[in-house]
């Protein structure tokens, strides 16, 4: 896997006030130098100001007077591209965090061309353009969260510190009480990136090869803005080839037209599985409906579907059939032949 010439990688933590980069903001962030031994280098920290509605405090721990005087994206873009131009850019949930960088940098470009057409409008005496750096261009991107999926990791709290602690690394505990509840935000953030770099170091030394990375190439935005794989987010906005017949009958075959998703709870990597399904003339959905026919879920053994969550919970409660990732691909592959 190619990355850093120097071995080492950044971490970076974002602050947003929603999920989707799309509608919501970037109002902090967080990095972290990492030396190719692993140990902790230069930190880099800011708060963006935004002039939009921030949303509840408890969704990034900044209130109005410390988001007043924050910078602006654009302002601090060219000292984010220096710090990750060329660098393995490691983070907790790709299509979040490297999506809203990517979504405020395009903001930024758009602002400053809006501000510049202004200045030519008016005429008169010439003023300097608005200038704005480019999106930071990181060699490749490590997602911790798809990592420890890959792995087949319980996880009882997806987030960073829960997943974090989840692989035996030593971090704050991700469940707001009394004793951290007035954390500042920037605290908390440096803490994360602490945990961030501590649990890519464990997941490197457990196993390299389930190590999830993309190339920012191969990433583009789905319409929420979330940068997810091109592969995916192509299998999402393809026509569909031919009317769905159904649900998938187990002990049966797959059918064109069928409509297929996947759990995170997979071993095989997503991307295979989709590009074998939609190859095949399935049609992918990256939602649980009643019009799915068939859930790709790596379903444990000790695991009842009381205790399913995410997708594979609501695939159980719509009665959506569930396939291991090995035996889908089998399938898909007899799809193929028969095709």
């Known amino acids: 896997m190619a990355g850093d010439p120097d071995g080492g990688f950044v971490a970076a933590v974002a602050r947003t006030t929603g999920i989707h980069p799309r509608s ?13 031994d692993g140990s902790p280098g230069r930190t880099w920290h800011a708060v963006l ?19 007043a005087r924050g910078r602006r994206f654009g302002k601090v873009l060219d000292e984010v591209s220096d710090i990750l131009d060329g660098r393995t850019l490691v983070v907790h949930d790709a299509p979040l965090t490297w999506g809203f960088i990517v979504e405020e940098a395009r903001r930024a470009r758009q602002g400053a061309n809006r501000a510049n ?21 990181p060699a490749r ?11 087949g990791a319980r996880l009882a709290d997806p987030r960073l510190l829960g ?38 170091l464990a ?10 990375s993309w190339t920012p190439g ?14 995916r987010v192509d299998a999402m906005e393809a026509p569909r080839p031919t009317p769905n017949p159904g649900r998938y009958a187990h002990g049966g075959a797959l059918a064109p037209g069928m409509e297929f998703t996947v759990a995170d709870e997979v071993e095989l990597p997503a991307d295979e599985i989709i590009a074998a399904g939609v190859a095949a003339g399935l049609a992918y959905s990256e939602k649980i409906t009643r019009a799915c026919s068939v859930l790709v879920f790596n379903q444990p053994a000790d695991l009842p579907p009381a205790e399913f969550t995410g997708k594979a919970m609501h695939a159980h409660r719509k009665g959506v059939p569930l396939v291991a990732d090995a035996a889908f691909l089998r399938l898909a592959a007899d799809l193929a032949a028969r095709s």
Do not use: K, Y
């Not at 919501?24 to 190719?36: D, F, I, N, P, T």
């Not at 921030?54 to 007077?65: F, K, S, V």
């Not at 202004?118 to 999106?135: D, F, I, Q």
């Open 24 to 36: 919501a903001r970037l109002v902090a962030l967080g990095l972290l130098e990492v030396a190719a």
């Open 49 to 67: 100001r935004i002039d939009a509605d921030p949303g509840p405090e408890h969704l990034h721990w900044l209130d109005a007077a410390e988001l």
């Open 117 to 137: 057409r202004s200045r030519n409008r008016r005429g008169g005496r010439p003023r300097p353009r608005a200038r704005v750096g480019r999106t930071p261009a």
């Open 141 to 151: 991107i490590v997602d911790t969260l798809a990592t420890a999926r890959r792995t």
């Open 163 to 200: 997943v974090a602690r989840a692989h035996g690394v030593p971090a704050p505990s991700p469940v707001a009480s009394v004793d951290n509840i007035g954390l500042a935000e920037r605290d908390r953030t440096l803490a994360e990136l602490e945990a961030l770099r501590r649990l890519h």
């Open 203 to 212: 997941q490197v030394a457990a196993d390299p090869a389930t190590v999830m």
């Open 218 to 231: 191969e990433l583009r935005a789905d319409p929420a803005g979330l940068q997810r794989s091109r592969v």
